[in-house]
């Protein structure tokens, strides 16, 4: 065992000047972080969306090689040293999308071996480092994912704001702006979340939203803002908001046990990691979730990711030149981890 991990070392200290990047493309944003092969992370960067059904394949091209810019500057390495790159995007969700994806990821130009995976993926890699678990995504679209015992990966939703993301920041606002234009029809019950639309937009009066979404037009993140006012109001007692928050909770369930059946996980006592801004909100939206996910997992454990899904690209990125997650990788992750800033 000892001379195994002589042998670790050894090899860690031979490659300790190859540079490797990870990359999340999201809807919102783009984060990346550059580091050594011995899992010590050097930098991190940032930029706008890399989706490129709401960016365009040359923006979102853009959006990533100015994130891994960012993070080569911060680790004060130079860019055209990166050897391997591991980017994790969204909407890879067809055999079109891959083929887009491919061309969006080489039109990056960066390092001297690219990789495109989905960004469940990198999502449940920062999660379980590659372990048998479960993950669920509520950040501007929805997903879970999960790694069975046979290192099988599947996932479920995440089709897009349009057919589907329920569980989402995107489906919160929207559902929070036609809520209070359904009470202002006298449809429904008032709520709250029609005067913080009046204050937080300056409207004359609640029916100048619709010229905001609209006109305008809103964005995808504009829209997703207004979960955050949906989130104020739930806080604040408001029933239409907490019920509003209660469905988000309920099909974000409803993804975790899709999978776990999928995965045979039913009756083994999963670990749940949860991520995404949505869950920010707190017991407003994880107390209705661990209640409809107690009526189909007897067992199960909610877990804090151990690293966001950038991480997880940089760990694909180690296990891509054939490194494992060993203590030592771990132990270097975690202590750099702590000093990364987006």
Same mark, same amino acid.
Request: aromatic content about 4%; hydrophobic content about 45%.
């Given at each position: 065992?000892?001379?195994?991990?002589?042998?670790?070392?050894?090899?860690?200290?031979?490659?300790?000047?190859?540079?490797?990047?990870?990359?999340?493309?999201?809807?919102?944003?783009?984060?990346?972080?550059?580091?050594?092969?011995?899992?010590?992370?050097?930098?991190?960067?940032?930029?706008?969306?890399?989706?490129?059904? #709401?960016?365009?394949?040359?923006?979102?091209?853009?959006?990533?090689?100015?994130?891994?810019?960012?993070?080569? %500057?911060?680790?004060? $390495?130079?860019?055209?040293?990166?050897?391997?790159?591991?980017?994790?995007?969204?909407?890879?969700?067809?055999?079109?999308?891959?083929?887009?994806?491919?061309?969006?990821?080489?039109?990056?130009?960066?390092?001297?071996?690219?990789?495109?995976?989905?960004?469940?993926? $990198?999502?449940?890699?920062?999660?379980?480092?590659?372990?048998?678990?479960?993950?669920?995504?509520?950040?501007?679209?929805?997903?879970?994912?999960?790694?069975?015992? #046979?290192? #099988?990966?599947? %996932?479920?939703?995440?089709?897009?704001?349009?057919?589907?993301?329920?569980?989402?920041?995107?489906?919160?606002?929207?559902?929070?702006?036609?809520?209070?234009?359904?009470?202002?029809?006298?449809?429904?019950? +008032?709520?709250?979340?029609?005067?913080?639309?009046? %204050? +937080?937009?300056?409207?004359?009066?609640?029916?100048?939203?619709?010229?905001?979404?609209?006109?305008?037009?809103?964005?995808?993140?504009?829209?997703?803002?207004?979960?955050?006012?949906?989130?104020?109001?739930?806080?604040?007692?408001?029933? $239409?908001?907490?019920?509003?928050?209660?469905?988000?909770?309920?099909?974000?369930?409803?993804?975790?046990?899709?999978?776990?059946?999928?995965?045979?996980?039913?009756?083994?006592? *999963?670990?749940?990691?949860?991520?995404?801004?949505?869950? #920010?909100?707190?017991?407003?939206?994880?107390?209705?979730?661990?209640?409809?996910?107690?009526?189909?997992? *007897?067992?199960?454990?909610?877990?804090?990711?151990?690293?966001?899904?950038?991480?997880?690209?940089?760990?694909?990125?180690? %296990?891509?030149?054939?490194?494992?997650?060993?203590?030592?990788?771990?132990?270097?992750?975690?202590?750099?981890?702590?000093?990364?800033?987006?």
């Amino acid at each position: 065992m000892r001379r195994r991990r002589d042998q670790m070392a050894q090899k860690l200290n031979r490659s300790a000047k190859t540079m490797l990047a990870g990359v999340d493309g999201g809807a919102t944003k783009t984060v990346a972080v550059v580091g050594k092969t011995d899992g010590t992370l050097l930098g991190s960067g940032r930029a706008a969306s890399a989706n490129y059904h #709401n960016a365009g394949i040359s923006s979102a091209a853009k959006s990533i090689r100015t994130a891994v810019q960012m993070a080569c %500057r911060d680790a004060g $390495v130079s860019i055209r040293g990166l050897e391997t790159v591991v980017i994790g995007l969204a909407a890879m969700d067809s055999p079109r999308d891959l083929v887009a994806g491919r061309r969006l990821v080489d039109l990056t130009g960066l390092g001297k071996r690219r990789v495109l995976v989905h960004d469940s993926v $990198v999502a449940l890699y920062g999660a379980t480092l590659g372990r048998p678990g479960i993950v669920v995504n509520a950040g501007t679209g929805s997903f879970a994912a999960g790694i069975g015992r #046979n290192g #099988n990966v599947i %996932r479920a939703g995440g089709w897009g704001n349009i057919i589907d993301d329920e569980g989402g920041a995107y489906d919160i606002g929207k559902l929070g702006i036609r809520a209070a234009l359904r009470a202002f029809d006298g449809r429904e019950r +008032k709520t709250a979340i029609a005067r913080l639309l009046v %204050r +937080k937009y300056k409207l004359r009066a609640l029916e100048d939203i619709v010229h905001e979404v609209y006109e305008k037009p809103m964005t995808v993140d504009e829209i997703s803002e207004i979960s955050k006012l949906v989130a104020q109001a739930a806080h604040r007692g408001d029933p $239409v908001a907490r019920e509003l928050f209660a469905h988000e909770g309920k099909v974000s369930a409803v993804l975790v046990s899709s999978i776990a059946r999928r995965l045979g996980m039913i009756r083994s006592n *999963p670990n749940i990691h949860c991520i995404g801004g949505v869950f #920010n909100a707190g017991t407003v939206i994880t107390t209705p979730f661990r209640k409809a996910l107690r009526e189909s997992l *007897p067992r199960f454990r909610i877990r804090r990711p151990l690293f966001e899904p950038v991480v997880g690209a940089f760990i694909l990125a180690l %296990r891509e030149k054939g490194i494992a997650t060993s203590a030592l990788v771990l132990r270097n992750l975690q202590a750099s981890y702590r000093h990364l800033r987006y």
